[in-house]
C-alpha cells in the first residue's frame, strides 16, 4: 500500500500548474493573517469571480437559478460559498469545509502598561500552541478596534518592509539556570507573553511617560484611545510572508497554513468550476475552531443551516423537512490539515498509517484520541466512493491517522457536520511544526488538495 510522491509523476505542464497555484496561495495566506482578512481575501475574490451576496437576491426577493454564484458572510468572520446546481438543493450538496481561524496571541480588553522603561501589550494565547514558541521573533498586530460611535478602525503593522514590528522577549541564557530546567508546558508561561510596543518617553508626561508615548501615536494614527481596547480585537501573528523552503523551493513556510492551506485549495476548486454542477456545490469558511468551533462563527453555531435555508426559500424549496433532507443527503470534505510524518520525531508516528509530504492530499477516517474518542469515523461506503472519484480524477491522495494510538490527538469540524446524518470525512494537506509559528507544507500536496476538492465538488 505504498503511495508515489506526487511529484516524481508530474510533467513539465503540471510542475507549471503547481507553481501557479501555489503562487496564488502564498499571495492569499499573506493577505490573511486573521479570521477577518482571511473572510475578506474571500470576499474579494468570489466577487472578482462572480460570486453575489445572498443578501442582495433575498432583499429582492429574487431568485437564483442553477449556476447562480453566491456568498454569505457571518460577522465578517466566517464565509460560505454557494454554487447552484442543476439538482433541487433537497437532493443534498457536495460540501468542503475548512476553518481560517490560525493559534495566535490575542490582546487583552485593558492591555497597554509601562514596566521598566517599556511600553507593553498583554495578551492571552488562542488555540492550542508552545508558548516558548512565540518570543524573540518578529511578531505583528493585526486586528480592529470597534469605536462607540459604531465605527471601526483596521491595524495592521508589522508586515510591510518599512514597518516596524514587535516582540516577546524571552530570557537570556546567562541567566536562564532555573528556566532551563523547568517543564516546556511553563518555560514560558501564559502571563509572560507581554509584547513589547514602545521604549521611547513621551516628553512633557507626568508619568508612564512611554505609555503615554504610544497613546499619542495611536490617537494620531488611528484615532484610537485606551479606553478604545476595551472593543477591540488585536491578533499578535508571526510578522512576515510565506516563503519558498529548501533549495529546491518544494516546501513553503508560512503561519496558518492550518487551516488556511485548506481554505485556500477550496475556494482555488471553487472558483475554477466552470460548469454549472449537478449537486449544489458550497464551500464553507468557519471561524473558532481552535478553540472548540465555538461562538456565533464557529461550526458549532447555526451560521450554515440559516444560510443554507434562506438559499432554499429562494429557491422554492421550502419546509422544514426539505432543509433536513439536504443536509442529508449532503456530501462533505471536512478539510483541515493533518500531522505530516516528520523524522524528527519518528517516534509518535506509525509509519503504514503516516502522511508523508509531498503524497497528496491526506484522507483521515477518523481523528480522535484514546479509541478514536470524539471522533466522526467516515462510513467506508463513503471512502469507497471518494476512492473512486479521487482515482478517476488522477488525484495523490494519502490516509494517515493522527500518530501512533495513545500518543495525542485532535479534532475538527467533521463531527459537527455529521450531526445532520450527511457523510463526512477529514481531508486535507499534511503539515510539520503544526501550530508553531512557522510551520510547513509542501507544494504538490497544496496543489493535490485543490484538485481534490475540485473533483469532490463535481462528482461526489
Ligand atoms: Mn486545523
Ligand atoms: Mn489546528
Redesign the pocket.
Known amino acids: 500500500m505504498e503511495r508515489k510522491n506526487a511529484w516524481e509523476t508530474y510533467d513539465a505542464k503540471e510542475t507549471a500548474a503547481l507553481e501557479a497555484v501555489c503562487a496564488r496561495y502564498r499571495a492569499y495566506l499573506d493577505a490573511s493573517k486573521t479570521e477577518r482578512e482571511c473572510a475578506q481575501e474571500t470576499v474579494r475574490l468570489a466577487e472578482s469571480a462572480g460570486y453575489r451576496d445572498i443578501n442582495a437576491l433575498l432583499r429582492a426577493g429574487e431568485r437564483p437559478a442553477p449556476g447562480a454564484k453566491l456568498y454569505s458572510v457571518t460577522m465578517k468572520k466566517s464565509v460560505l460559498l454557494f454554487l447552484l446546481g442543476e439538482k433541487p438543493l433537497e437532493e443534498g450538496l457536495n460540501i468542503v469545509g475548512a476553518h481560517i481561524d490560525?493559534?495566535r496571541l490575542d490582546v487583552k480588553q485593558n492591555p497597554l502598561y509601562e514596566d521598566g522603561g517599556m511600553a507593553y501589550l498583554d495578551t492571552h494565547y488562542y488555540?492550542?500552541i508552545k508558548k516558548y514558541q512565540w518570543v524573540a521573533l518578529p511578531l505583528a498586530l493585526h486586528g480592529v478596534v470597534a469605536k462607540k460611535d459604531g465605527t471601526c478602525v483596521t491595524i495592521a503593522v508589522g508586515e510591510k518592509e518599512d514597518d516596524p514590528v514587535f516582540t516577546i522577549s524571552d530570557l537570556l541564557i546567562h541567566l536562564a539556570q532555573d528556566q532551563m530546567e523547568k517543564k516546556a508546558s511553563v518555560v514560558i508561561e501564559g502571563e509572560e507573553l507581554n509584547l513589547i510596543v514602545g521604549g521611547k518617553p513621551l516628553q512633557g508626561a507626568e508619568k508612564d511617560k512611554v505609555k503615554a508615548g504610544v497613546l499619542a501615536l495611536l490617537k494620531e494614527r488611528y484615532g484610537v484611545e485606551e479606553e478604545d481596547f476595551l472593543s477591540a480585537e488585536m491578533e499578535v501573528v508571526p510578522a512576515g510572508r510565506c516563503r519558498e523552503l529548501g533549495f529546491d523551493r518544494s516546501m513553503l513556510l508560512g503561519y496558518g497554513h492550518?487551516?488556511r492551506v485548506c481554505a485556500f485549495a477550496q475556494v482555488e476548486a471553487m472558483f475554477g468550476l466552470d460548469a454549472v454542477p449537478q449537486r449544489t456545490c458550497c464551500c464553507v469558511l468557519a471561524d473558532k475552531?481552535?478553540v472548540g468551533s465555538v461562538g456565533a462563527t464557529g461550526m458549532q453555531s447555526r451560521f450554515f443551516e440559516n444560510a443554507l435555508a434562506e438559499l432554499m426559500v429562494l429557491c422554492g424549496e421550502t419546509g422544514e423537512i426539505r432543509l433536513r433532507r439536504a443536509l442529508r443527503n449532503s456530501r462533505m470534505l471536512s478539510c483541515?490539515?493533518s500531522a505530516g510524518f516528520d523524522p524528527n520525531f519518528a517516534s509518535v508516528f506509525e509509519k503504514k498509517n503516516a502522511a508523508y509530504l509531498g503524497k497528496g492530499v491526506c484522507f483521515n477516517k477518523f481523528t480522535g484520541r484514546r479509541g478514536k474518542s470524539g471522533s466522526n469515523d467516515a462510513n467506508a461506503e463513503f471512502i469507497g466512493r471518494l476512492r473512486r472519484v479521487m482515482d478517476d480524477a488522477n488525484v495523490h491522495f494519502q490516509t494517515a491517522e493522527l500518530g501512533r494510538v495513545d500518543v495525542g490527538g485532535?479534532g475538527t469540524i467533521a463531527y459537527i457536520c455529521a450531526l445532520y446524518g450527511m457523510e463526512v470525512i477529514d481531508s486535507g494537506v499534511p503539515v510539520l511544526s503544526?501550530?508553531a509559528p512557522w510551520e510547513i507544507v509542501n507544494k504538490a500536496d497544496v496543489y493535490e488538495a485543490a484538485k481534490a476538492y475540485r473533483a469532490f465538488l463535481l462528482n461526489a
Open positions: 490560525s493559534p488555540g492550542g492550518d487551516d475552531e481552535e483541515d490539515v485532535g503544526m501550530h
